[in-house]
């Protein structure tokens, strides 16, 4: 079982896109099953 605070600790390790694997590793291992990810787009007019 995992709570947010997990989460959060192990995404406070993040410093550079590089270090995405290994967040994804380590929150796999505490029983997450899916990381859903949603971006916003931007629309720029000019």
Do not use: C, H, W
């Not at 410093?15 to 380590?26: L, M, N, S, V, W």
């Amino acid at each position: 079982m995992f709570t947010i605070e997990n989460i959060q600790a192990a995404e406070s390790k993040i410093k550079t896109g590089a270090d995405f694997p290994q967040f994804i590793k380590e929150i796999k291992e505490m029983g997450v099953k899916r990381n859903d990810v949603y971006v916003k787009r931007l629309i720029y007019l000019f």
